[in-house]
């Protein structure tokens, strides 16, 4: 009984730190959701559009009310009226389609606090568009954008641009063999082509699968049949 016991102590170690990583996880998207007090308002921007996109409110954000795929998703983000005099990291909130950001003495935008929000180019029928303080210019610049305008006091953006040329193709930012893929605003990234990788994606052939996670497997073998011979020695020692 006592052996039983030792050999799960690895497997239920590596359980609770699978768990306390999604916790862990699941806390960094959602705590966005509570950087201003309050609840978003049915009147408000974030509000009519969640209403419009049969969501559910959680605090500041307006999550996905869906069951079967990720209801945890955040659809849209409201930090009107919060105070905030700069934005630096609103990753939590990567997947949002709409942030309100009016009402704020906002002095700096990070350069990076909305790369990786590329929800727009996949959803070609919403409306990706953040609301700021008319004297802020857009993230990514104002040219990173379809239409931007001023509206009773505040800049919309709206219609994030593809960064790419606006084909997903080869783009002239991007080495040869390699394909650009838009990143946020003013943000792209580049991913090797079929049949490439490596450095700049010079390298023709199959990613070496074998060669690269052989070594790394036999490594975890040895060490978890050390621990298993160690654990082993324990028991009977006992």
């Known amino acids: ?5 030792s050999q799960l102590k690895p497997v239920l170690l590596v359980l609770i730190l699978n768990l306390c990583f999604y916790a862990s996880y699941q806390l960094n ?8 007090s309050g609840a978003v308002l049915n009147g408000t921007a974030v509000g009519r559009f969640c209403s419009s996109s049969a969501g559910r409110i959680d605090g500041r954000c307006c999550l996905k009310n869906d069951n079967t795929s990720d209801p945890e998703r955040i659809i ?3 930090l009107s009226n919060c105070s905030l005099t700069h934005v630096e990291d609103l990753h939590g909130a990567s997947t949002a389609l709409m942030i309100d950001l009016s ?7 990070s350069d990076t606090a909305f790369q990786g929000f590329i929800e727009l180019n996949y959803i070609p029928f919403m409306c990706f ?7 802020i210019v857009c993230p990514g610049g104002n040219a990173s954008w379809e239409k931007v305008e001023f509206k009773e006091g505040n800049r919309l953006c709206e219609g994030q641009r593809d960064m790419c040329n606006q084909t997903g193709q080869l783009s002239i930012n991007c080495p040869e063999n390699s394909i650009c893929a838009p990143y946020g605003p003013s943000f792209f990234e580049c991913s090797c082509e079929h049949n490439f990788h490596g450095y700049k994606c010079l ?3 199959e990613f070496p699968v074998l060669l690269v ?3 790394l497997g036999v490594f975890m073998v040895v060490i978890s049949f050390l621990l298993w011979v160690t654990q082993r020695r324990k028991v009977k020692s006992l």
């Open 1 to 5: 009984m006592k052996a039983g016991c």
């Open 29 to 36: 998207e959602l705590q966005v959701c509570e950087l201003c």
């Open 76 to 78: 849209g983000l409201d």
């Open 103 to 109: 009402l704020n003495p906002i002095v700096n935008i």
């Open 129 to 135: 568009c953040r609301i700021l303080p008319q004297d």
């Open 203 to 205: 390298r023709e052939g």
């Open 213 to 215: 996670f052989g070594p």
